[in-house]
């Protein structure tokens, strides 16, 4: 079984990215679990609360449920054309220390899909990921896209994923993305 820990960058509610994540959990193929996880309670980064205390326990918790796992689903809104600071501050925590960095990331596989009530897409937000990655020695997946515009046509006033169009390229993302982390799975325990 492929195991992937998928994140919402976003902490509101009702955010289109989360709803997106919990369509792609639905959309997972049966042989791949999609655990999900939050960062609402990751404080801001601080140096100095990182010296007196350590890594905060939430922080410390989504590194360990990463490190588990095979792959790592971000999804992500995309705010001022760029990356949520909420999101990459959960990110920037999961590296501390850096000692510690490579054991959560890398040679982990990550994909990026999004959702934005705008016309553009999240295609900004998801490229402005790609140093963060290579920083941290991910491997990202490039095999499907998916950037959700108008996000309020394509979730119902319930949050379900109602576009039939998003629906199937959501699909496809997700057999292609798990196929991919699980060959990487494959490469990494052999």
């Known amino acids: 079984m492929t195991t992937i820990v998928a994140i919402s960058g976003s902490l509101r509610a009702k955010s289109f990215n989360t709803l997106l994540l919990r369509a792609a959990v ?31 326990p939430a922080a410390a918790a989504l590194k360990d449920r990463v490190a588990a796992a095979d792959g790592l689903l ?5 705010y001022n054309n760029s990356i949520p600071g909420a999101f990459k ?32 897409g999240t295609g900004l937000a998801q490229a402005a990921w790609l140093p963060v990655f290579r920083t941290l020695g991910m491997l990202p997946f490039f095999g499907a896209r998916l950037q959700v515009a108008n996000a309020a046509k394509v979730f119902d006033d319930t949050g379900a994923l109602v576009d039939a ?25 052999s």
């Open 74 to 78: 971000l999804v992500t809104p995309e």
């Open 89 to 120: 501050n959960a990110i920037d925590w999961m590296s501390r220390p850096p000692a510690d960095a490579a054991r959560v990331f890398a040679g982990r596989v990550v994909g990026v899909i999004g959702a934005t009530p705008g016309i553009g």
């Open 26 to 56: 639905a959309a997972a193929p049966a042989d791949a679990t999609i655990e999900t996880a939050t960062i609402r309670d990751i404080p801001i980064y601080d140096g100095d609360l990182e010296a007196a205390q350590g890594i905060p």
């Open 165 to 189: 169009t998003v629906r199937g390229l959501l699909e496809k993302y997700m057999t292609r993305f798990v196929q991919f982390v699980a060959q990487h799975k494959a490469v990494r325990t």
